[in-house]
């Protein structure tokens, strides 16, 4: 793309390299040190940025930006940071812009308070003149700022931040922004320095989610403290200066630099630029060098200068990048950036312990001179020297890379060395390198059993098979000699309108399959499996689907090509009854995890009622997150597809894209009158086939199970924040829950500092006192590092490419992303038994779940093409089993003590939800103003009832990590109560106060055994004016509960009118007990008091007058009615 739009831009000449490089070595002026100093131009603004927190277009993309932050030992630093300087004749402006995995540390709030330093944090220092005084401006994420004067911090100048923090969809990583506007006034200047002017200056960013010797980053090589201004940058004044941007740097540890960005300009300008590479320990030397000239104007205009250097050695080489640019004799941009070159002759060492061999890859392409036929070797050694396994790789010298595999089974556990080296046709050796290597005992946990079983776990039933028809837990799947199900009956209720099929097309023509004959293979409690053949012109098609009694139908077919016509086309076909298909969420592409986008649809005639603001803000914050108006294809690969409707869907579920052939995506929806049809692609343009075909495709109908209110109180509080407020307050006896809050640390202890090694079985003990469960909030992939045994299993556990959360959470440990396909899940079912049957833990409470991608050959992830290159699979096949096999554990050694043991999930919905009794979900609308866009038609599809899994959702004054301008917790509420769900109180306080009083209402009404009635139905029976409100209800013969919600901003007084008579409720009987949602000047608890439930006011009686009840509604706000209302 770079050279693409190199070709067509005409303004680019590449100039004589003698002539950029004398021009720029030493602008007009200069003293030899000052070209030793990093040096920007800010680049001169008519109109200055809002200072917003957001980098909005027009602002900064013709401004000058750096990179190549180094930490304090002059090494070239891992996180990067973008930094922005512009000026007028006012204010000199700076924009920061970091990629934060570990989330963005920010809690000071106190100006001058030099805990900011502790905390990501930005600074910046100015000596104006070059000399003298010096200032220190310094920010972090919540605007907190910090200024000194020579040191003085006594010292306050009126100057500004604004920053903005967008998240990733899990709340976790983020991207960081940083607006600066400070005034030229209190820097001792009236206005903006005349043109010409060189002041010192630094650009400095600290961290917190890395190690501590890696916290602190600058721009200039100041070495040690920050607070060093004889080793500042330059910061050069001058109205006409070009604006030149760094975008990208190339892969600098390999030696291969790639230098690329834009060149822009007030007026038109020859800009020449140079690149140079020397020794760090002699910059006056270059080892090589280019340059070019580039025609600048207001247009951006793209820039690349490339170049190759190798290391001398056989050690990585200490090397420094100088890249300059200048017009008009004057030098405008001087980047200095440290980097480390690894040696020429390169292997890499991955092992895998488990099954007992090694890979060894070699990398000699940064070698010359080399001899023909290249071989290279490597060894397991022991103490004498004496070599017990080897393995060989030829032909190096015409692949210049490759990998050889090392079996090492006949080879004892114990300590050895690794020996590579490369050697001629002549058995003589050129390079040579060695490493200890240690081959550990094999572990008690590899290859355990725990959790696989044909037995099945409550409250799922056993799996029945009756002809070709095979049912589970309330659905039938119907094959009927068919590839796939010819009718799919869901709670008695038929999904399909008539048969799935495989639709193939040849020649334009659909192809009839004939001699379609399958038969029962295996029967059993747990599973059935059928087999299939099929037969055409075109193809033959054999598998064999398998039913588990979760509903999951694995088919797993191959479809071999006859010849002759390539194959227009290979589709699954699933027609639902249109009313069947109202909503549709797809997950895609596959990807690394945080990279999961998920796709809430509507696809049947559920209409969108946001009225224009709200649909305005709905697409601003979610954008084709939410279709409101239809399924349109993104070209991506969906892994993972959702239809259904309030009461029933079905999932399709693929794992790779291996054999499709694909234009757009290959997930499609069409409608034919009353039939929605699923389209799922394999094929859907013109391919010659020469080789079987084969296609793993899952169908899930759900709800899994029936829904079991009685868990949606178990989630009560977030014990591991404040463990004893669940014991001290009025939660026992009627609330059995709590969770332990530990984010994903998989120790034996499961201690969160050192100091305190008993924690969680002190606590475990405590709340078994009072016969309530402790569950340890954990991620069933993820392992932190330093930590054994991932630090040994690294290689076959790790997913590629790789993602970690950076010292998570202020611990000294990384967590990083594994894949389930590997060893990694023997491990976690082995750790979670312990946990169990030793600390004695009531289950697990997963965070951070999710199909991720990974290719990672060594843990079984990924696929080869045609052309030999490695792609994605989704781990979501593994992910299941593992939930799978966990559930049975846990199910299994509860009914041994008489009890039951749960696994909660506050992670993505999908399969793996079969296997979890509660799942709470909503970090999406974590803030109130996203709250508000949350319209009911939004919420029908999004919800996740119809999955049958106990399910309530988060609000922000539950979530314990905090967010800016958080809901409360009744606006949420008055949202989610009108589709039968609760909100989950996770934190203290306003919400255990507000909450309460609802769960109790709820259980004492026994919904349960209820029959709701949802707004969207318009039952006469419970309705109220004005027509704004929504109204929804349960109801028993002779009583109703009522919830009706006022999603606007201003209180309504409304009119409830109930049909008595229909409701077999006696007029003399008939009165309300009401609540509403309690704002926070409505609980005044004195400080320091338990919470109890009798701080919240309570039921008020409302009267009933021939089946009216007035009342008033507050603004985003809900009341929850019964009638009769005694008993409450």
């Known amino acids: 793309m770079i050279s693409a739009r190199l070709r067509l831009a005409h303004s680019i000449a590449p100039v004589r390299r003698t002539i950029a490089l004398a021009l720029l070595a030493l602008p007009v002026g200069a003293a030899a040190d000052d070209a030793a100093r990093s040096l920007i131009a800010p680049t001169f603004v008519d109109r200055p940025p809002v200072l917003d927190g957001k980098m909005s277009e027009g602002e900064w993309d013709r401004v000058t930006r750096i990179t190549g932050f180094r930490h304090t030992d002059l090494t070239l630093a891992a996180r990067q940071t973008e930094v922005w300087a512009a000026f007028d004749e006012e204010h000199l402006y700076v924009c920061f812009r970091s990629e934060n995995p570990g989330g963005v540390r920010a809690t000071i709030k106190d100006r001058d308070a030099v805990q900011i330093f502790g905390e990501d944090a930005v600074e910046i220092f100015i000596q104006p003149g070059g000399e003298g005084t010096y200032y220190q401006f310094a920010a972090n994420g919540l605007n907190t700022r910090f200024d000194s004067r020579d040191e003085k911090s006594n010292w306050n100048g009126q100057w500004k931040a604004a920053s903005g923090i967008v998240k990733d969809q899990w709340f976790v990583g983020a991207t960081w922004t940083i607006e600066l506007a400070i005034p030229f006034q209190i820097l001792g200047a009236a206005k903006a320095p005349p043109d010409g002017t060189v002041w010192r200056a630094n650009f400095c960013r600290d961290w917190t989610a890395v190690d501590a010797t890696r916290r602190a980053t600058s721009w200039a090589q100041v070495g040690g403290a920050f607070h060093n201004p004889s080793r500042f940058g330059d910061l050069l004044f001058d109205r006409e200066s070009p604006a030149i941007q760094v975008t990208d740097l190339g892969d600098l540890s390999r030696g291969k630099i790639a230098l690329r960005g834009l060149v822009a300009a007030r007026r038109e300008q020859q800009v020449d630029l140079a690149l140079a590479v020397s020794p760090v320990s002699d910059p006056a030397t270059r080892t090589t060098e280019t340059g070019m000239t580039v025609h600048a104007a207001a247009q951006p205009a793209p820039f690349a200068l490339d170049a190759s250097v190798a290391a001398p050695g056989a050690t990585t080489w200490p090397a420094r990048l100088a890249f300059t640019a200048g017009a008009r004799s004057r030098t405008y941009y001087r980047a200095l950036i440290p980097f480390g070159v690894e040696p020429g002759f390169a292997v890499d060492i991955r092992s895998v312990f488990t099954r007992k061999f090694l890979e060894a890859r070699f990398d000699i392409s940064r070698m010359t001179g080399l001899p023909p036929s290249i071989t290279g070797r490597v060894a397991i050694a022991n103490g004498s020297g004496r070599t017990l396994a080897l393995t060989e790789l030829g032909d190096l010298d015409r692949t210049m890379t490759g990998t050889a595999r090392l079996d090492f089974r006949d080879v004892a556990p114990g300590d050895y060395t690794l020996r590579m080296t490369l050697r001629d046709n002549q058995e003589k050796v050129l390079n040579e390198t060695t490493r200890p290597y240690r081959i550990p005992e094999p572990p008690e946990w590899l290859g355990n059993t725990i959790g696989i079983s044909d037995e099945v776990p409550k409250p799922f039933e056993a799996v029945r098979v009756k002809g070709n028809a095979v049912s589970m837990s309330g659905r039938t799947y119907h094959f009927d000699d068919a590839i796939f199900p010819t009718r799919i009956v869901n709670q008695d209720v038929e999904q399909l309108a008539r048969p799935a099929q495989l639709v193939l097309m040849q020649g334009g023509k659909k192809i009839a399959w004939t001699d379609v004959a399958s038969v029962v293979r295996r029967a059993v409690d747990a599973e059935a499996e059928i087999a299939y053949t099929a037969d055409s012109t075109a193809a033959t098609v054999e598998g064999t689907v398998k039913v588990e009694y979760d509903g999951w139908a694995f088919f797993d077919f191959t479809v071999t090509p006859k010849g002759g016509e390539s194959i227009d086309a290979l589709c699954v076909e699933l027609p639902f009854a249109r009313d069947e298909a109202l909503f549709m969420r797809t997950h895609g592409p596959i990807a690394t995890w945080a990279g999961e986008t998920m796709r809430t649809v509507l696809i049947g005639d559920v209409k969108n009622d946001a009225d224009a603001d709200a649909a305005e803000g709905l697409r601003s914050q979610f954008g084709d997150a939410w279709m409101p108006d239809g399924w349109k294809d993104t070209g991506e690969f969906i892994f993972q597809a959702y239809v259904g409707n309030d009461e029933r869907g079905l999932f399709v579920v693929q794992d790779?894209?291996?054999?499709?052939?694909?234009?757009?995506?290959?997930?499609?929806?069409?409608?034919?009158?009353?039939?929605?049809?699923?389209?799922?692609?394999?094929?859907?343009?013109?391919?010659?086939?020469?080789?079987?075909?084969?296609?793993?495709?899952?169908?899930?109908?759900?709800?899994?199970?029936?829904?079991?209110?009685?868990?949606?109180?178990?989630?009560?509080?977030?014990?591991?924040?404040?463990?004893?407020?669940?014991?001290?307050?009025?939660?026992?006896?009627?609330?059995?829950?709590?969770?332990?809050?530990?984010?994903?640390?998989?120790?034996?202890?499961?201690?969160?500092?050192?100091?305190?090694?008993?924690?969680?079985?002190?606590?475990?003990?405590?709340?078994?006192?009072?016969?309530?469960?402790?569950?340890?909030?954990?991620?069933?992939?993820?392992?932190?590092?330093?930590?054994?045994?991932?630090?040994?299993?690294?290689?076959?556990?790790?997913?590629?490419?790789?993602?970690?959360?950076?010292?998570?959470?202020?611990?000294?440990?990384?967590?990083?992303?594994?894949?389930?396909?590997?060893?990694?899940?023997?491990?976690?079912?082995?750790?979670?038994?312990?946990?169990?049957?030793?600390?004695?833990?009531?289950?697990?409470?997963?965070?951070?779940?999710?199909?991720?991608?990974?290719?990672?050959?060594?843990?079984?992830?990924?696929?080869?093409?045609?052309?030999?290159?490695?792609?994605?699979?989704?781990?979501?096949?593994?992910?299941?089993?593992?939930?799978?096999?966990?559930?049975?554990?846990?199910?299994?050694?509860?009914?041994?003590?008489?009890?039951?043991?749960?696994?909660?999930?506050?992670?993505?919905?999908?399969?793996?939800?079969?296997?979890?009794?509660?799942?709470?979900?909503?970090?999406?609308?974590?803030?109130?103003?996203?709250?508000?866009?949350?319209?009911?038609?939004?919420?029908?599809?999004?919800?996740?009832?119809?999955?049958?899994?106990?399910?309530?959702?988060?609000?922000?004054?539950?979530?314990?990590?905090?967010?800016?301008s958080p809901p409360p917790h009744y606006s949420a509420q008055a949202r989610t109560l009108i589709h039968d769900t609760l909100c989950t109180p996770m934190?203290?306080?306003?919400?255990?106060?507000?909450?309460?009083?609802?769960?109790?209402?709820?259980?004492?009404?026994?919904?349960?055994?209820?029959?709701?009635?949802?707004?969207?139905?318009?039952?006469?029976?419970?309705?109220?004016?004005?027509?704004?409100?929504?109204?929804?209800?349960?109801?028993?013969?002779?009583?109703?509960?009522?919830?009706?919600?006022?999603?606007?901003?201003?209180?309504?007084?409304?009119?409830?009118?109930?049909?008595?008579?229909?409701?077999?409720?006696?007029?003399?009987?008939?009165?309300?007990?009401?609540?509403?949602?309690?704002?926070?000047?409505?609980?005044?608890?004195?400080?320091?008091?338990?919470?109890?439930?009798?701080?919240?006011?309570?039921?008020?009686?409302?009267?009933?007058?021939?089946?009216?009840?007035?009342?008033?509604?507050?603004?985003?706000?809900?009341?929850?009615?019964?009638?009769?209302?005694?008993?409450?």
């Open 656 to 964: 790779t894209e291996e054999n499709r052939s694909l234009e757009g995506g290959n997930i499609g929806v069409r409608h034919e009158g009353d039939v929605t049809v699923l389209e799922v692609h394999l094929i859907n343009k013109p391919t010659e086939v020469r080789k079987p075909l084969r296609y793993q495709i899952a169908l899930v109908a759900v709800p899994f199970k029936k829904y079991r209110y009685e868990l949606e109180y178990l989630v009560s509080m977030c014990g591991g924040h404040n463990p004893n407020f669940v014991l001290d307050n009025d939660f026992v006896g009627w609330v059995r829950g709590a969770l332990l809050w530990h984010w994903g640390r998989i120790e034996k202890d499961m201690a969160p500092h050192p100091d305190h090694p008993d924690r969680l079985p002190r606590m475990i003990k405590n709340f078994a006192r009072a016969d309530m469960l402790g569950v340890v909030n954990s991620t069933c992939m993820m392992a932190p590092s330093p930590y054994e045994p991932f630090d040994t299993y690294r290689d076959e556990w790790v997913i590629d490419p790789p993602y970690a959360l950076p010292r998570h959470q202020g611990t000294e440990v990384d967590l990083v992303m594994v894949s389930t396909n590997g060893s990694f899940a023997d491990y976690y079912l082995w750790w979670a038994k312990r946990m169990v049957d030793e600390i004695g833990i009531g289950g697990l409470y997963f965070d951070m779940v999710s199909p991720v991608g990974s290719l990672n050959h060594l843990a079984g992830d990924g696929w080869i093409d045609e052309h030999g290159k490695r792609h994605m699979t989704s781990n979501i096949f593994s992910l299941r089993r593992l939930y799978k096999r966990l559930y049975t554990m846990l199910k299994k050694q509860g009914a041994k003590r008489g009890t039951e043991y749960y696994i909660f999930q506050h992670s993505a919905a999908g399969p793996i939800t079969a296997f979890e009794d509660h799942l709470c979900k909503g970090e999406g609308f974590i803030r109130e103003k996203d709250w508000r866009l949350v319209t009911p038609s939004f919420y029908r599809a999004w919800s996740l009832r119809p999955l049958g899994t106990t399910f309530t959702m988060f609000a922000g004054l539950s979530a314990p990590w905090g967010r800016e």
């Open 987 to 1128: 934190w203290e306080e306003q919400v255990a106060k507000d909450m309460l009083p609802i769960w109790k209402m709820r259980k004492s009404f026994n919904v349960a055994d209820s029959t709701f009635v949802p707004w969207y139905r318009k039952d006469p029976r419970a309705k109220a004016k004005p027509s704004s409100l929504y109204v929804s209800f349960w109801h028993h013969p002779g009583k109703v509960m009522v919830a009706v919600a006022n999603l606007t901003d201003e209180p309504v007084e409304a009119m409830l009118e109930l049909d008595l008579q229909a409701f077999g409720i006696a007029e003399d009987v008939a009165e309300a007990a009401e609540i509403h949602g309690m704002r926070d000047e409505d609980l005044s608890t004195p400080a320091g008091a338990r919470v109890r439930l009798d701080h919240h006011p309570g039921p008020s009686v409302l009267e009933v007058k021939r089946g009216r009840v007035a009342l008033t509604v507050r603004a985003q706000n809900y009341s929850v009615l019964r009638v009769p209302g005694g008993g409450h």
